[in-house]
């Protein structure tokens, strides 16, 4: 089977941008997590999909969205964009079965945003 | 808040040695942990996932135990290779297992040498 993949790898835009990252999970799976990855703060929970659902949410703010379509794949937006938005912003994909089901996580390869 | 420690942000070891690293918590009661490894450039990939009512699970040379009383987690790595050198995350689920809802600690940066 194919991995997760993201697109773009790489992106620079300016403060006060907008920028939408895309996900593809793994196929035949329904569950996409975002994740962002700073030096200073780790890997932190965005936000996860679920038939084309948000299932769960963490603690950014609203300028940070996201979507999932029919076939799974999902997209993140990030509206107003702050220099503090530079990150690696990471996807992963699970089968996203129902609750007390362990499943691990499969992660993309990322895609670094550098906000000037 | 929930918490997620770990103890060393970088640890370096001579190859042929046991790497120990550890993850603490504070204010949750998960009911599984998870091991991964990431390489500089790349996403985080799943090594081995405990439950809360395991005290350890092994995998090749890879040996994880879960102390739900000392709120606490160590990862080991048996004869240790320069191929192990990587960054290594713990992560627990929030959401008494649904999916998706990870909190992981920082990290802790391996280093075997030859």
């Known amino acids: 089977k194919a991995g997760v993949t993201q697109t773009p790898r790489y992106l620079i835009k300016t403060r006060g941008q907008q920028v939408t990252l895309s996900c593809s999970p793994i196929?035949?799976?329904?569950?996409v997590s975002w994740y962002q990855q700073t030096p200073g703060q780790g890997l932190q929970f965005l936000f996860e999909?679920?038939?084309?659902?948000?299932?769960n949410k963490g603690n950014f703010p609203g300028r940070f969205s996201g979507r999932q379509f029919s076939n799974s794949r999902s997209e993140m937006n990030v509206s107003t964009l702050e220099l503090g938005d530079s990150a690696l912003y990471l996807c992963?994909?699970?089968?996203?079965?129902?609750?007390?089901?362990?499943?691990?996580?499969?992660f993309g390869p990322g895609t670094r945003l550098l906000v000037l | 808040s929930q918490k997620i420690e770990q103890n060393s942000e970088a640890l370096n070891i001579q190859e042929g040695k046991t790497a120990t690293l550890t993850c603490n918590y504070t204010?949750?009661?998960?009911?599984?942990l998870q091991w991964y490894r990431q390489d500089p450039g790349r996403g985080p990939v799943f090594l081995l996932l405990?439950?809360?009512?395991?005290k350890e699970k092994r995998k090749e040379r890879l040996k994880v135990t879960f102390d739900t009383t000392l709120k606490q987690s160590l990862f080991h790595i048996t004869a240790s290779q320069p191929a192990d050198s990587a960054t290594y995350l713990c992560?627990?689920?929030?959401?008494?297992?649904?999916?998706?809802?990870?909190?992981f600690g920082k990290g802790t940066k391996l280093s075997v040498k030859p």
């Open positions: 992963a994909s699970s089968s996203g079965g129902t609750s007390g089901t362990q499943e691990t996580q499969y």
């Open positions: 196929s035949g799976h329904r569950s």
């Open positions: 999909y679920f038939s084309e659902t948000q299932r």
């Open positions: 204010n949750y009661s998960p009911a599984y």
């Open positions: 405990i439950r809360e009512n395991e």
């Open positions: 992560a627990l689920d929030i959401e008494g297992g649904s999916q998706g809802n990870l909190i």
